[in-house]
């Protein structure tokens, strides 16, 4: 019998190491060759290993969560016979053997409970004496009331009819049931399974593992608030011409991609860039470096199942509305279903964040480090606006606003700056046919 020993390879971007986002077999399966033995993650892109031969495995290093250096042992498979016993020199990582899809226990779950009050790792000995300390006391003693009239204030049966207590089951201290009674019985049957109509039960404490994806965005968004001094500037845009325009494009779009309000917001974007090209710009910091891009690389935020991601739009620049749509349903899929390639998530210049209907009426986005700014398009609401009419007076209009917020790496990019930019962004939203003005 040979054993292989599977090294994490080289997966691209310079990286030193790679987290375990997913173990697809378990010691003591077996393998055949090409098929998936791990999920690994590098900076936002995920890429599954697959093994280079047939056997059994008899080693994995690390669980789910753990990160393994570039060219370390990922797994020890057995290539000859059906099966193989354990290595006798397992890896210095800690092994946990796992069943796909097995809910992962962590090793604090399986290690021995503290005593109440105390300091050290001892043993719960006997759970009588944890119970001596946390059961319910006992049940109260029966009314007695048989079919008698059950006597209380008017308040404590409103109280009781909004609980759904039965008053006839509340033992009384004295001549009448009090407060101090319906909340004794409550207090009992909330050991009892009790629930009160129209009450919230508690969900159980559920400790949940941050890994991969999660890991990956909060990592990414405490270094961002860390290092950077962001401010945030708002301005109000009246839409209503460019939803119009809108509405006649799709209207008449053919076997076009549908318009959403991002590709005009792209295209605005980038006919705005060139006048102020510290906008569309990367800070890096150790450097002391700022780079202002020529090329538009745009990233989209995109929340997925798996958490939040960022798909790069190529250029937007050199594309038109149509095309811009068409590039933005395949970035979203391809995020969504895990699809995207490492090319597609990095590199971008400027990020552009929305939350569609749920925009909020102002938000302060995060920056996308080492990028320095952000831009986050709100809702769009319909309100009354005054608008001058010929004679001088003022007319009462509908009108769509809509709110839309940049975020700013304050080394970079001065408050003036930013301001001027959304205002020239609001020049071309209000007034649509600029955008396809040459």
């Not at 210095?92 to 290690?111: D, F, K, L, M, R």
């Not at 490492?342 to 590199?347: I, R, S």
């Not at 990019?413 to 609001?426: I, M, P, R, T």
């Amino acid at each position: 019998m040979a054993r292989y020993s599977f090294r994490l390879p080289d997966i691209g971007e310079g990286i030193a190491e790679a987290e375990i986002v997913a173990w697809h077999v378990k010691v003591g399966d077996r393998i055949e060759e090409d098929a998936q033995l791990a999920d690994m993650m590098t900076d936002k892109a995920t890429v599954e290993m697959e093994s280079p031969v047939s056997g059994i495995v008899v080693e994995i290093a690390g669980e789910v969560g753990d990160l393994i250096p570039i060219g370390s042992t990922l797994a020890v498979i057995e290539t000859d016979g059906e099966v193989a016993a354990p290595a006798e020199e397992p890896v210095e990582e800690e092994v946990v053997a796992e069943t796909p899809g097995a809910e992962e226990v962590s090793v604090a779950e399986e290690a021995p409970l503290p005593l109440a009050g105390g300091a050290g790792g001892g043993r719960v000995e006997s759970a009588p004496a944890v119970a001596a300390e946390t059961s319910a006391p006992p049940a109260p003693p029966a009314s007695g009331r048989g079919d008698k009239a059950v006597l209380a204030s008017p308040a404590v049966r409103a109280r009781a009819k909004d609980l759904g207590v039965d008053l006839s089951q509340v033992h009384a201290e004295g001549d009448r049931i009090r407060h101090s009674d319906l909340d004794a019985f409550l207090r009992y049957s909330a050991g009892q399974g009790y629930h009160a109509p129209g009450a919230a039960r508690a969900r159980a404490d559920e400790p949940v593992k941050v890994i991969g994806m999660r890991r990956k965005i909060a990592e990414n968004m405490a270094a961002s608030k860390r290092a950077i001094p962001h401010f945030t500037y708002v301005e109000e845009m009246d839409v209503t011409a460019l939803e119009a325009m809108r509405a006649d494009l799709n209207a008449n779009r053919g076997g076009r991609p549908k318009l959403t309000m991002l590709p005009f917001l792209i295209v605005a974007i980038c006919r705005t860039i060139p006048q102020f090209p510290m906008i569309n710009a990367r800070y890096d910091d150790e450097a002391g470096v700022v780079t202002r891009h020529g090329a538009v690389h745009l990233g989209m935020a995109t929340q997925t199942d798996a958490g939040l991601m960022v798909p790069v739009i190529r250029d937007a620049q050199d594309k038109n509305v149509w095309q811009l749509a068409s590039e933005i349903a395949r970035l979203a899929e391809a995020a969504r279903t895990g699809k995207a390639k490492v090319e597609e998530l990095t590199g971008g210049t400027l990020t552009v964040t929305s939350l569609g209907p749920l925009g909020g009426i102002a938000t302060t986005p995060v920056i996308n480090r080492p990028e320095v700014a952000i831009i986050g398009p709100n809702k769009i609401v319909e309100r009354p606006v005054f608008a001058k009419n010929p004679q001088g007076g003022d007319d009462i209009r509908r009108a769509k606003l809509m709110n839309l917020s940049i975020s700013c790496d304050h080394r970079v990019v001065d408050g003036w700056d930013a301001a001027s930019y959304v205002q020239a962004l609001k020049k071309l939203i209000e007034t649509p046919v600029l955008l396809f003005a040459d």
